[in-house]
């Protein structure tokens, strides 16, 4: 990978944020985009703006080739079966939502089995715990090792003959962990049941594929990898998806409406009612030929070695505090002694370095840690050691801020 021409296809990059050049590690929140994303979407609202679907003419004819050519890239991306199991979302929280509503309601009773783990992000807890409370399911976790790391054999005295759903994340955006959601899927399918991935952190930096993975549905968004916000993926198998309801109604999602009924489009129009997010998914359809142009090998590879070089600097530092395991995907989230990691955010972006503070929506995962709140470096594709550098000594102008020298 050249980063430095990597670094030049974003221009949100090449600017001074109060004074310093800007060092950008909130990636985990939300990626930057290439000037290949920004012109997609530029070139669809300037030439093909149109709706998709409805119209024969020209431009509604070239935006619906673009808009279902991104389902295509995305079906390769994750290599799906079919562009059948490739539904456009709002982004994971609305993908994991569709599969609460749209099928554990459908198919949950009393005295079954939802198992999770307290590593997941709002997104793939609160869902559950309604479901659960919709159907008299009950919800149980994985519980974590001292390293934030799960145990198979864990999973293996979690999951029962009552589990119906899992839900975990393919890798923790507090933690960076990676879990082995190959060996939990047959663990799961072996039990009788179904599992979706929360990939919001996953697809991002690794190669996905759905049908190695042997997941039910994987779930994730395109804002995070390159791709403009407000659009997202539910891949789903695709006799899941034809036995689920949609969880929304209304235009372009039915087949025939009278008085008093309706039927269905076929997948995957079944589940994208009303007019679709179509320059999120050309644009994300465009950021997938980016990522797939430098590699999703060579990113993970990269952000691995970045997220070994922060730990290792960071662990030099005296007053400091890593939260995670040795092993990890691209973000070190930490906390400074005595001071509170809104402090450590603001004074870091004083100095132009953006990071992430607070409890990143994953409270019952700081209470498990025993804190409050965290800061968090996450890195992507275009960030580099120096950056990380200026994290360090960013860090160290906080601690003499507060009178907290570091020997």
């Not at 930096?205 to 407000?230: I, R, W």
């Not at 973000?331 to 509170?340: A, G, I, Q, R």
């Amino acid at each position: 990978m050249d980063i430095n021409a990597i670094r030049q296809m974003f221009p949100i990059l090449d600017q001074e944020v109060n004074g310093h050049p800007l060092v950008y590690l909130d990636s985990s929140a939300t990626s930057q985009k290439p000037i290949q994303v920004i012109e997609a979407v530029n070139d669809y609202y300037r030439q093909d703006n149109s709706n998709v679907h409805r119209g024969v003419h020209t431009l509604g004819t070239r935006a619906t080739d673009k808009y279902e050519g991104a389902r295509e890239k995305v079906r390769q991306f994750i290599n799906a079966n079919s562009a059948a199991e490739v539904i456009f979302t709002r982004g994971t929280t609305t993908s994991i939502n569709t599969v609460a509503y749209g099928y554990a309601r459908a198919n949950l009773v009393a005295g079954d089995e939802i198992v999770i783990t307290p590593m997941e992000h709002h997104s793939n807890i609160i869902p559950w715990q309604q479901a659960a409370k919709a159907t008299g399911a009950t919800l149980k976790y994985i519980p974590l090792q001292k390293d934030g790391t799960i145990s198979l054999v864990d999973v293996k005295e979690t999951i029962t003959d009552k589990t119906k759903i899992v839900a975990i994340t393919h890798m923790s955006n507090v933690l960076g962990t990676i879990n082995p959601v190959k060996e939990i899927a047959e663990i799961a399918h072996a039990k009788g049941a179904v599992i979706l991935i929360d990939g919001a952190q996953g697809a991002p930096h690794m190669a996905v594929n759905v049908q190695e993975l042997n997941c039910d549905f994987y779930a994730f968004s395109g804002h995070k990898m390159c791709a403009p916000t407000g659009i997202g993926v539910l891949y789903g198998k695709r006799e899941l998806l034809e036995e689920m309801e949609p969880v929304e109604f209304g235009g372009e999602m039915i087949d025939f409406v009278n008085l008093y009924d309706s039927t269905w489009k076929e997948l995957p129009w079944k589940f994208e009612a009303g007019t679709p997010i179509i320059a999120g998914a050309i644009g994300l359809g465009a950021a997938i030929d980016f990522l797939n142009q430098v590699g999703m090998d060579n990113i993970l590879e990269h952000d691995k070695k970045l997220a070994h070089y922060a730990m290792e600097q960071l662990s030099e530092l005296e007053g400091v505090t890593i939260y995670g395991p040795e092993h990890r995907g691209a973000l070190v989230t930490f906390n400074l002694d005595d001071v509170h990691p809104h402090d450590t955010a603001t004074v870091l972006d004083a100095e132009g370095i953006a990071v992430r503070a607070g409890h990143h929506c994953a409270q019952p995962l700081m209470k498990w840690l025993n804190v409050t709140a965290t800061a968090r470096a996450s890195f992507y594709l275009y960030n580099t050691e120096e950056d990380i550098d200026r994290l360090v000594a960013g860090l160290l102008k906080t601690k003499e801020y507060f009178g907290n020298v570091f020997k």
